[in-house]
C-alpha cells in the first residue's frame, strides 16, 4: 500500500508509547466493561487533528463464542465502535462539541473491510479529523491496522446525545 494512502505513516508513532492509558480513556469516554474498544491512545497531534490508538483482543472476547464458532472473526461493527471511540476520545479531550461532550454516532461512510481481525490481535486505529461543526457535529477519516495491515477505513460522523435525558432512563443504572 502506498504511503500516500495512510492517514499517518507507521514511523512516526510508536506503539509502546502512553499518552493515554485505560484509566485516562475513561475520563472521556463513557463505554464500559464489553463495550470498551480502546486498550492505549499512543498519539496524538493537535496541529494536524490526528489521534492514534489499539484495543488489544484475547481469547475471552464477548463476540468468539457467537462470531463465528469455529473461527472467531471480531465483527466490523466493532471495528467501527474502536473508531468512533478513539474519535469520540480525541474530540471530548479537546472540546470540539462544546458544552455537550456526549457523542454518539451520526452515521458511517464509505467504510470497507479489507482483512479479519481474531483473538490475539492488536487493532490499531488512526483517525484525522475532517469537519467539526460546533455543537452539532464532528466528522472524521479512520484506518484500523493489524501489523501494517490494513482491515478496515471510512468516514464517521459524531453527533451530541441528550446526555440528561439518558442518564435518567432506567436503562441507565448497572
Same mark, same amino acid.
Given at each position: 500500500m502506498p504511503g500516500k494512502d495512510l492517514?499517518?505513516?507507521?514511523?512516526q508513532y510508536d506503539l509502546d508509547h502512553c499518552v493515554a492509558d485505560i484509566e485516562e480513556i475513561r475520563r472521556y469516554n463513557l463505554q464500559r466493561y464489553q463495550m470498551e474498544q480502546l486498550t492505549r491512545i499512543v498519539y496524538e497531534d493537535a496541529s494536524r487533528q490526528v489521534c492514534v490508538g489499539y484495543k488489544d483482543y484475547g481469547p475471552d472476547e464477548f463476540w468468539i463464542r457467537g462470531h463465528m464458532p469455529g473461527m472467531p472473526?471480531? +465483527?466490523?461493527?466493532?471495528?467501527?465502535e474502536a473508531a468512533a471511540q478513539l474519535c469520540s476520545y480525541y474530540a471530548r479531550k479537546h472540546n470540539l462539541l462544546g458544552d455537550n461532550g456526549v457523542l454518539?454516532?451520526?452515521?458511517l461512510d464509505e467504510v470497507r473491510f479489507r482483512d479479519v481481525v481474531t483473538p490475539g490481535d492488536r487493532l490499531v486505529i488512526v483517525?484525522?479529523?475532517?469537519?467539526v461543526r460546533p455543537g452539532a457535529m464532528i466528522v472524521s477519516h479512520f484506518q484500523g491496522f493489524v501489523r501494517q495491515s490494513m482491515v478496515c477505513e471510512g468516514k464517521i460522523r459524531g453527533v451530541p446525545l441528550p446526555a440528561t435525558r439518558l442518564a435518567s432512563s +432506567?436503562?441507565?443504572? +448497572?
Amino acid at each position: 500500500m502506498p504511503g500516500k494512502d495512510l492517514i499517518l505513516d507507521f514511523a512516526q508513532y510508536d506503539l509502546d508509547h502512553c499518552v493515554a492509558d485505560i484509566e485516562e480513556i475513561r475520563r472521556y469516554n463513557l463505554q464500559r466493561y464489553q463495550m470498551e474498544q480502546l486498550t492505549r491512545i499512543v498519539y496524538e497531534d493537535a496541529s494536524r487533528q490526528v489521534c492514534v490508538g489499539y484495543k488489544d483482543y484475547g481469547p475471552d472476547e464477548f463476540w468468539i463464542r457467537g462470531h463465528m464458532p469455529g473461527m472467531p472473526v471480531l +465483527p466490523g461493527v466493532l471495528m467501527c465502535e474502536a473508531a468512533a471511540q478513539l474519535c469520540s476520545y480525541y474530540a471530548r479531550k479537546h472540546n470540539l462539541l462544546g458544552d455537550n461532550g456526549v457523542l454518539g454516532f451520526g452515521g458511517l461512510d464509505e467504510v470497507r473491510f479489507r482483512d479479519v481481525v481474531t483473538p490475539g490481535d492488536r487493532l490499531v486505529i488512526v483517525s484525522a479529523l475532517v469537519k467539526v461543526r460546533p455543537g452539532a457535529m464532528i466528522v472524521s477519516h479512520f484506518q484500523g491496522f493489524v501489523r501494517q495491515s490494513m482491515v478496515c477505513e471510512g468516514k464517521i460522523r459524531g453527533v451530541p446525545l441528550p446526555a440528561t435525558r439518558l442518564a435518567s432512563s +432506567p436503562a441507565a443504572s +448497572p
